[in-house]
Protein backbone atom coordinates (compact mmCIF):
# COMPACT_ATOMS: atom_id res chain seq x y z
CA UNK A 1 0.00 0.00 0.00
CA UNK A 2 0.98 3.53 -0.76
CA UNK A 3 2.18 5.46 1.98
CA UNK A 4 3.30 9.09 2.28
CA UNK A 5 6.10 10.03 4.47
CA UNK A 6 6.64 14.10 5.44
CA UNK A 7 9.85 14.88 7.42
CA UNK A 8 12.00 18.38 7.70
CA UNK A 9 9.50 20.07 10.26
CA UNK A 10 10.69 21.74 13.30
CA UNK A 11 11.19 24.45 15.57
CA UNK A 12 12.52 27.53 13.98
CA UNK A 13 12.87 31.58 14.68
CA UNK A 14 10.89 33.89 12.74
CA UNK A 15 13.04 34.95 9.17
CA UNK A 16 14.27 31.38 9.12
CA UNK A 17 14.29 28.77 6.99
CA UNK A 18 12.85 25.22 6.54
CA UNK A 19 12.75 22.32 4.33
CA UNK A 20 9.88 19.94 4.29
CA UNK A 21 9.43 16.41 1.91
CA UNK A 22 6.97 14.41 1.37
CA UNK A 23 8.00 10.81 0.01
CA UNK A 24 6.07 7.94 -1.17
CA UNK A 25 7.17 4.81 0.21
CA UNK A 26 5.89 1.25 -0.30
CA UNK A 27 4.35 0.77 -3.73
CA UNK A 28 3.67 3.92 -5.96
CA UNK A 29 1.16 4.85 -8.62
CA UNK A 30 1.48 7.36 -11.28
CA UNK A 31 1.47 10.81 -9.82
CA UNK A 32 -0.31 13.26 -11.88
CA UNK A 33 0.20 16.21 -8.16
CA UNK A 34 1.51 16.85 -5.22
CA UNK A 35 -0.35 19.35 -3.32
CA UNK A 36 0.84 21.17 0.52
CA UNK A 37 -1.88 21.88 3.05
CA UNK A 38 -1.16 23.10 6.19
CA UNK A 39 -3.36 23.55 9.35
CA UNK A 40 -3.34 25.62 12.56
CA UNK A 41 -4.65 24.69 16.07
CA UNK A 42 -8.70 25.48 15.99
CA UNK A 43 -7.98 26.71 12.28
CA UNK A 44 -9.30 24.88 9.26
CA UNK A 45 -7.16 23.08 6.99
CA UNK A 46 -5.69 25.14 4.57
CA UNK A 47 -3.84 24.99 1.06
CA UNK A 48 -0.02 25.91 0.65
CA UNK A 49 0.82 25.07 -2.85
CA UNK A 50 0.50 22.20 -5.25
CA UNK A 51 2.65 21.23 -8.24
CA UNK A 52 1.72 19.54 -11.65
CA UNK A 53 4.00 15.97 -11.53
CA UNK A 54 4.39 16.34 -15.30
CA UNK A 55 4.46 19.83 -16.58
CA UNK A 56 6.25 21.30 -13.18
CA UNK A 57 3.62 23.93 -13.01
CA UNK A 58 3.34 25.24 -9.41
CA UNK A 59 0.67 26.92 -7.62
CA UNK A 60 1.19 28.74 -4.28
CA UNK A 61 -1.38 30.55 -1.85
CA UNK A 62 -1.57 34.15 -1.66
CA UNK A 63 -0.03 34.42 2.12
CA UNK A 64 3.20 31.95 1.08
CA UNK A 65 3.75 33.26 -2.47
CA UNK A 66 7.50 34.80 -2.73
CA UNK A 67 8.40 32.52 0.29
CA UNK A 68 7.98 28.96 -0.41
CA UNK A 69 8.76 26.85 -2.94
CA UNK A 70 7.78 23.46 -3.74
CA UNK A 71 9.96 21.55 -6.18
CA UNK A 72 9.48 17.77 -7.54
CA UNK A 73 12.44 14.95 -7.81
CA UNK A 74 10.16 12.51 -10.25
CA UNK A 75 12.69 9.62 -9.61
CA UNK A 76 11.98 9.45 -5.68
CA UNK A 77 8.57 10.51 -6.04
CA UNK A 78 9.51 12.87 -3.75
CA UNK A 79 8.30 16.77 -3.36
CA UNK A 80 10.08 19.29 -1.80
CA UNK A 81 8.66 22.71 0.42
CA UNK A 82 11.22 24.81 0.67
CA UNK A 83 10.06 27.40 3.33
CA UNK A 84 12.11 31.09 3.44
CA UNK A 85 11.39 34.04 5.53
CA UNK A 86 9.18 32.06 8.06
CA UNK A 87 6.44 33.98 9.84
CA UNK A 88 4.83 32.64 13.43
CA UNK A 89 1.77 32.82 11.35
CA UNK A 90 3.31 30.01 9.43
CA UNK A 91 3.18 27.71 12.69
CA UNK A 92 0.88 24.54 11.76
CA UNK A 93 0.86 20.87 11.30
CA UNK A 94 2.07 20.26 6.99
CA UNK A 95 0.38 17.86 5.35
CA UNK A 96 1.41 16.47 1.76
CA UNK A 97 -1.31 15.44 -0.39
CA UNK A 98 -0.94 13.11 -3.31
CA UNK A 99 -3.29 12.39 -6.52
CA UNK A 100 -2.69 10.50 -9.28
CA UNK A 101 -3.95 7.06 -11.37
CA UNK A 102 -3.83 3.48 -10.15
CA UNK A 103 -3.65 0.56 -12.55
CA UNK A 104 -6.21 -1.75 -11.68
CA UNK A 105 -6.00 -3.84 -14.52
CA UNK A 106 -4.11 -3.79 -18.21
CA UNK A 107 -6.52 -1.27 -19.44
CA UNK A 108 -8.25 0.13 -16.46
CA UNK A 109 -7.12 3.05 -13.57
CA UNK A 110 -8.81 4.47 -11.21
CA UNK A 111 -8.45 8.04 -9.44
CA UNK A 112 -5.83 8.03 -5.92
CA UNK A 113 -5.67 10.16 -3.50
CA UNK A 114 -3.47 9.80 -0.02
CA UNK A 115 -2.82 12.20 2.68
CA UNK A 116 0.40 12.04 5.02
CA UNK A 117 0.05 11.92 8.58
CA UNK A 118 1.85 15.50 8.85
CA UNK A 119 5.24 16.96 10.51
CA UNK A 120 5.19 20.15 12.27
CA UNK A 121 6.73 23.44 11.81
CA UNK A 122 6.72 25.94 14.58
CA UNK A 123 7.75 29.47 13.57
CA UNK A 124 8.73 31.22 17.47
CA UNK A 125 8.48 35.07 16.90
Known amino acids: QVQLVESGGGLVQAGGSLRLSCAAS????????INWFRQAPGKEREFVAA????????SYALSVKGRFTISRDNAKNTVYLQMNSLKPEDTAVYYC??????????????????WGQGTLVTVSS
Open 97 to 114: HAEGLEAVTANTDRYLEL
Open 26 to 33: GRTFSISG
Open 51 to 58: INWRTGST
